[in-house]
C-alpha cells in the first residue's frame, strides 16, 4: 500500500492534490510560514498529459483559485517563483496567449507584486512543434519558458551576492588594471573611476537562465528504471530551482512546491539545507520521486 507521505532530515513529500492539502490540518498549520514557493504548475497544453493540464477558461479559473490558497502559505516578506511554458494555437503555427494570462491572473487574483520576470532557456530542447519546425519549416524552435517572480511585498527576502557568477576574462583583465576609461557614455551613464574596479567575489547574474536536463542516467532515473516506474516527463532541471533557493531564502527556511512531480525542488532544497514541503498528487510520480533520496529509499 503506498504511504501519503514520505520525509527526510529536511522535509516530507506528500501525496496530495494541492487543494486537499491545503484543506488538511498540516495544510493550514503552514498558512504564514512558507519562505518561498517554487513551483512549475502543469501547463495550459492543446493535447492532455500525463501529469494532468486544464485548457482555455477552466485553466484560468483553476490559476486563479490556485494563486489565492497559495498566497496564504507565504510569510510576509516571503515569495512565490512560478515557471509557465508557452504554448501554441490548435493546429496553426500560432503561439497562445493563454500562459500569459494565466501568470497574469495568478498575479492579480492575489495582489502579488511581480519583482522580476526570468527566462529560462533550454538549448537542448527538442524542435517542437515538429509540424511548423521540422515539417513545413516556417517556425523555430521554441526553448524558452517564462519564470515569475512574485512577492506580497515590494521588498522579499532577496540577496543577490548568494548567486554571483565567475567573472568573465575581460572582467578580470578589468579588475587588474588602474587606468579604467571613466567618464561619460553615449548612454548619458556617468562611469566613476572607481565603479569597475572592486571584486566582488564575482559577477551578478542577469535575469536569463541557461540550463538543460539532458542526464540519461542519475539516481532518480535508476531507480524509476529499476522499479519499472514512468520518468515525469517535465522534471525541471536542478540549478533553476538553485538559484532561487540560494537568492531568496536562508538555511533552515522553508520552501514549498506544491506541484512536485520527481520532486526536483525538495531534492535542492535538502542539499542546500532548507526544509521543504512538496505535493503530488500523481501515485506513480510520488512513488519515483523516492529515487531523488535513494540511499534512503531503496528497497531491502
Same mark, same amino acid.
Given at each position: 500500500m503506498t504511504e501519503s507521505y514520505y520525509s527526510t532530515e529536511y522535509g516530507k513529500m506528500h501525496l496530495s492534490s494541492i487543494e486537499k492539502f491545503y484543506e488538511s490540518e498540516e495544510g493550514q498549520a503552514l498558512k504564514g510560514k512558507i519562505n518561498l514557493i517554487f513551483t512549475s504548475p502543469p501547463f495550459p !497544453?492543446? @493535447?492532455?498529459?500525463?501529469?494532468?493540464?486544464?485548457?482555455?477558461? %477552466?485553466? *484560468?479559473?483553476?490559476?486563479?483559485y490556485v494563486s489565492t490558497i497559495l498566497s496564504e502559505f507565504l510569510t510576509e516578506d516571503g515569495s512565490i517563483v512560478i515557471e509557465m511554458g508557452n504554448a501554441w494555437e490548435c493546429g496553426q503555427p500560432t503561439f497562445s496567449t493563454l500562459p500569459i494570462e494565466a501568470l497574469l491572473e495568478f498575479k492579480r487574483s492575489s495582489n502579488l507584486y511581480l519583482c522580476q520576470e526570468f527566462i529560462h532557456h533550454n538549448p537542448s530542447r527538442l524542435p517542437t512543434p515538429i509540424e511548423w519546425v521540422? &515539417? +513545413? +519549416?516556417? +517556425?523555430? &524552435? %521554441?526553448?524558452?519558458? @517564462?519564470?515569475?517572480? !512574485?512577492? &506580497?511585498c515590494t521588498?522579499?527576502?532577496?540577496?543577490? @551576492? &548568494?548567486? /554571483?557568477v565567475p567573472y568573465s576574462k575581460s572582467m578580470k583583465k578589468l579588475l587588474s588594471t588602474t587606468n579604467y576609461n571613466s567618464g561619460l557614455r553615449p548612454s548619458e551613464h556617468v562611469i566613476g573611476s572607481s565603479s569597475f574596479n572592486n571584486d566582488n567575489?564575482?559577477?551578478? $547574474?542577469?535575469?536569463? /537562465?541557461? #540550463?538543460?536536463?539532458?542526464? #540519461?542516467? %542519475? /539516481?532518480? *532515473? %535508476?531507480?524509476?528504471?529499476?522499479?519499472? !516506474? $514512468?520518468?515525469?516527463?517535465?522534471r525541471m532541471a536542478k540549478e533553476i530551482p538553485e538559484f532561487f533557493i540560494r537568492f531568496l531564502t536562508e538555511k533552515n527556511d522553508l520552501v514549498l512546491d506544491p506541484f512536485s512531480g520527481s520532486n526536483t525542488t525538495g531534492f535542492v532544497a535538502e542539499q542546500l539545507g532548507r526544509n521543504w514541503v512538496s505535493i503530488e498528487e500523481n501515485t506513480s510520480y510520488f512513488e519515483g520521486s523516492k529515487g531523488r533520496f535513494s540511499n534512503i529509499f531503496m528497497a531491502e
Amino acid at each position: 500500500m503506498t504511504e501519503s507521505y514520505y520525509s527526510t532530515e529536511y522535509g516530507k513529500m506528500h501525496l496530495s492534490s494541492i487543494e486537499k492539502f491545503y484543506e488538511s490540518e498540516e495544510g493550514q498549520a503552514l498558512k504564514g510560514k512558507i519562505n518561498l514557493i517554487f513551483t512549475s504548475p502543469p501547463f495550459p !497544453l492543446k @493535447r492532455k498529459k500525463s501529469y494532468g493540464n486544464f485548457n482555455g477558461i %477552466d485553466y *484560468l479559473t483553476w490559476m486563479k483559485y490556485v494563486s489565492t490558497i497559495l498566497s496564504e502559505f507565504l510569510t510576509e516578506d516571503g515569495s512565490i517563483v512560478i515557471e509557465m511554458g508557452n504554448a501554441w494555437e490548435c493546429g496553426q503555427p500560432t503561439f497562445s496567449t493563454l500562459p500569459i494570462e494565466a501568470l497574469l491572473e495568478f498575479k492579480r487574483s492575489s495582489n502579488l507584486y511581480l519583482c522580476q520576470e526570468f527566462i529560462h532557456h533550454n538549448p537542448s530542447r527538442l524542435p517542437t512543434p515538429i509540424e511548423w519546425v521540422n &515539417k +513545413r +519549416r516556417i +517556425r523555430v &524552435k %521554441d526553448s524558452f519558458t @517564462r519564470i515569475w517572480w !512574485l512577492s &506580497k511585498c515590494t521588498n522579499p527576502k532577496a540577496n543577490n @551576492r &548568494k548567486i /554571483l557568477v565567475p567573472y568573465s576574462k575581460s572582467m578580470k583583465k578589468l579588475l587588474s588594471t588602474t587606468n579604467y576609461n571613466s567618464g561619460l557614455r553615449p548612454s548619458e551613464h556617468v562611469i566613476g573611476s572607481s565603479s569597475f574596479n572592486n571584486d566582488n567575489g564575482g559577477a551578478i $547574474p542577469s535575469n536569463v /537562465l541557461i #540550463a538543460s536536463n539532458t542526464s #540519461a542516467k %542519475d /539516481l532518480y *532515473l %535508476d531507480y524509476c528504471k529499476s522499479y519499472n !516506474l $514512468p520518468i515525469h516527463p517535465a522534471r525541471m532541471a536542478k540549478e533553476i530551482p538553485e538559484f532561487f533557493i540560494r537568492f531568496l531564502t536562508e538555511k533552515n527556511d522553508l520552501v514549498l512546491d506544491p506541484f512536485s512531480g520527481s520532486n526536483t525542488t525538495g531534492f535542492v532544497a535538502e542539499q542546500l539545507g532548507r526544509n521543504w514541503v512538496s505535493i503530488e498528487e500523481n501515485t506513480s510520480y510520488f512513488e519515483g520521486s523516492k529515487g531523488r533520496f535513494s540511499n534512503i529509499f531503496m528497497a531491502e
